[in-house]
């Protein structure tokens, strides 16, 4: 059953079927539990029992969240698989920042100009309305004026003036004139159907305005004028009504007209009520549509419907009606609205068109060069990178002799040169890691043949006891010490520092070492008797062995190694090179110092002799002489010999120092002289912290019994 199951998960793996994230897994558990809850109310239904209602809502509720998860999952697997290659990415960059705010463009400017259209209709729609409006006050104003001459005559006014009005211009015909000295009407009130309407306590002054009485709209201007202590109040009315819409739709469209408008908010309590006619009946609801449609120009020419609210006044009350204003909708084309636009351009009008078109096509090749360019550049870029991938799958089979096709001289192309040039750098780098690897096996070996030159077992005397340490700052060290037993109560102590590190200062130091070794294990060179002790040693001193009670001093030896130094070494090669004689009987030790510096003899009550006797560095110069001196050892001195690696590392306070070294090794003087050793390297390390080692550290220290 297991390797069934891992077989079938395998094989679902494969085909990216087993889930692999949470949204997965919540997903595929929505789905199973959705299918259980389905089963279970199909046999309770069956079984007649209850909640089925309640288990069809867990149903539909566990469906919708598996659909949503599903649909996230889909999106994640089309978003790795369709992005995944760059090609793929800059196109949907190039949709998102090109052709979408292109489209979002285009849309916005024919709403815009769809907005515009609208609203230019209306503007035509409401400003025939005003043009009405002024023609209303104006005519108004004549005869409000004729009345008041007339009563200031003391004449009664009559119906003359108003049906000399109705002959004279035919759209008096349906017009309503009423007139009222103070609060009284005169008898020149009604139209051509005898109507007429309430006095208006609410105007004061001048009025023109579209107002609602007994839910029909009109247009009414008034005049009040000031006659013998009273006021004449003229009023004339036009019915903004199907009649006066058709002139105005004559050549723009359909206009309707809703005298109910559009309920903005809703009544409050103690608002105003809606209209109502004599009686207490509610107003009627007047709609009206005048003019209609125009047949298409073209194949663009689209209807356009808009509307606007009409500002319009309570008659009863004087207030402006805010919570249904009337509502005005017309439907036109837009090649309506162009004629009604650019009728004053006259032959202009082409022009402009044939600019606009000029313009669009200019657009439109705007963008399908931008089309091809950004094409064009999507596929430079995209191969540039498929190349680059290609080559990086060779690096990644350590074929680093691959090389990318440059072609062209833009920033891509050095992207490509620097690849090659990083590959052919990275082909050098690994030919010459091998040749630093095959380097340092070497250094490894001499690491471990130098090793081998120190001394690993010491004899010590039974009057003096020694140690030495010598740790190189880098695989080899120059610096150089040894202790030579001569016999039983002879001991040769050697301290030295060749000049310059690495592999040319070991060699150096191993020639001084086999010297050194040489010259003592042969039974200690002699010079013949016409050589004194200490004169120069040059190509006349002759080396003899067998000589009895005639021992070359430390002097004469440094004498023959410095000629053997010079002759043997180039010409900048040196060395500094300590080497002293003990002898156990006379606890004396004979020395000669070539340079190097000078070993410091502790005291047990803590005073210092230096031994610095001798001369300059060896190997440099020829036919140099070196003096030698002796110095009593005592029960307890402490013999000192370092290089320079142990007093010159720097920190932010300055150099480790000689009186620190001193001072370090006089207070631990009865301790082992291993753990002398330890405290002492121990402390340079601490004063160079965390940088380099930046010399060869040497110690060799001797203690008398």
Same mark, same amino acid.
């Given at each position: ?66 659909? /949503?998860?599903? *649909? ?171 009649? /006066? ?18 309920? *903005? ?173 095959? /380097? ?43 202790? /030579? ?221």
């Amino acid at each position: 059953m297991d390797l069934s199951y891992a077989a079938l998960r395998r094989k679902l793996r494969q085909w990216g079927l087993w889930p692999q994230s949470r949204a997965a897994w919540g997903a595929w558990y929505a789905l199973g539990l959705a299918g259980v809850l389905f089963v279970l109310q199909k046999l309770l239904a069956a079984l007649k029992q209850g909640g089925g209602q309640s288990l069809g809502w867990w149903v539909g509720f566990l469906s919708f969240i598996a659909i /949503l998860l599903f *649909l996230l999952l889909a999106f994640r697997w089309l978003k790795a698989k369709l992005l995944w290659r760059l090609r793929n990415r800059l196109i949907v960059t190039y949709v998102f920042i090109g052709v979408v705010p292109a489209l979002l463009l285009v849309a916005m400017a024919f709403a815009t100009l769809y907005l515009f259209a609208g609203q230019f209709a209306n503007f035509i729609v409401t400003s025939e309305i005003n043009l009405q409006l002024h023609s209303v006050e104006a005519v108004n104003a004549a005869i409000a004026h004729e009345l008041e001459g007339r009563l200031e005559r003391g004449e009664s006014p009559n119906m003359e003036v108003l049906e000399r009005l109705r002959k004279s211009e035919v759209i008096w015909k349906d017009r309503q004139v009423c007139a009222w000295y103070g609060s009284k009407p005169l008898p020149i009130c009604g139209d051509a159907r005898g109507q007429s309407f309430t006095f208006p306590a609410f105007i004061h002054g001048p009025f023109r305005e579209i107002v609602r009485d007994s839910g029909k709209l009109y247009l009414r201007a008034a005049t009040v004028l000031s006659v013998r202590s009273e006021k004449l109040t003229v009023v004339s009315s036009e019915g903004l009504d199907k009649e /006066l819409l058709e002139e105005i739709a004559a050549n723009l469209g359909e206009i309707t007209v809703d005298t109910t408008g559009l309920e *903005l908010q809703q009544p409050t309590a103690g608002a105003e009520p809606a209209p109502t006619l004599e009686g207490g009946k509610a107003a009627p609801h007047v709609t009206f549509t005048a003019g209609t449609v125009p047949s298409p120009a073209n194949m663009s020419d689209h209807e356009i419907t808009f509307g606007t609210l009409l500002s319009a006044v309570n008659w009863d009350t004087g207030e402006h009606d805010e919570h249904s204003p009337p509502l005005v909708r017309v439907q036109t084309r837009p090649s309506v609205l162009y004629n009604r636009l650019f009728a004053a351009l006259g032959r202009f009008a082409i022009g402009w068109e044939q600019i606009l078109l000029a313009f669009a096509v200019l657009l439109a090749i705007i963008e399908a060069l931008a089309l091809v360019i950004g094409t064009t550049l999507t596929r430079s870029i995209t191969g540039a990178v498929a190349q680059l991938y290609r080559a990086t799958q060779h690096v990644d089979r350590g074929d680093f002799s691959h090389r990318i096709p440059v072609k062209s001289s833009d920033q891509l192309a050095e992207l490509a040169n620097s690849f090659n040039s990083m590959t052919a750098s990275i082909e050098r780098l690994v030919l010459e890691q091998k040749e630093k690897q095959r /380097l340092e096996n070497e250094l490894v070996i001499a690491q471990e043949v130098q090793a081998q030159l120190f001394p690993r077992e010491i004899s010590q005397l039974e009057s003096l006891e020694v140690h030495g340490y010598c740790r190189p700052a880098r695989t080899v060290s120059g610096d150089y010490y040894d202790f /030579l037993a001569v016999s039983s109560d002879k001991l040769i102590l050697a301290a030295g520092d060749v000049s310059g590190k690495g592999i040319s200062a070991a060699l150096l130091m191993a020639t001084i070492h086999s010297a050194v070794r040489a010259y003592a294990m042969v039974g200690m060179p002699v010079v013949r008797e016409q050589v004194a002790v200490g004169a120069a040693a040059g190509a006349s001193m002759m080396l003899a062995r067998g000589t009895e009670g005639v021992e070359v001093s430390p002097a004469a030896l440094l004498s023959l190694l410095n000629h053997q130094l010079y002759e043997s070494t180039p010409q900048e090669k040196y060395a500094t090179l300590f080497l002293g004689i003990y002898d156990g009987t006379s606890r004396n030790v004979s020395y000669s110092n070539g340079g190097h510096l000078p070993p410091i003899i502790i005291s047990p009550d803590g005073s210092i002799r230096r031994l610095d006797q001798g001369g300059t560095v060896v190997g440099l110069f020829d036919n140099l002489s070196f003096d030698e001196a002796s110095v009593q050892l005592k029960a307890g001195d402490i013999f000192l010999a370092y290089s320079d690696g142990i007093t010159e590392p720097e920190n932010d306070f300055g150099e480790f120092g000689e009186a620190r070294l001193i001072d370090l090794v006089r207070d631990n003087r009865g301790l082992p002289l291993t753990e002398i050793t330890a405290l002492v390297t121990g402390a340079v390390d601490d004063w160079i912290g965390d940088k380099e080692q930046p010399d060869d550290i040497t110690l060799v220290l001797a203690r008398a019994r």
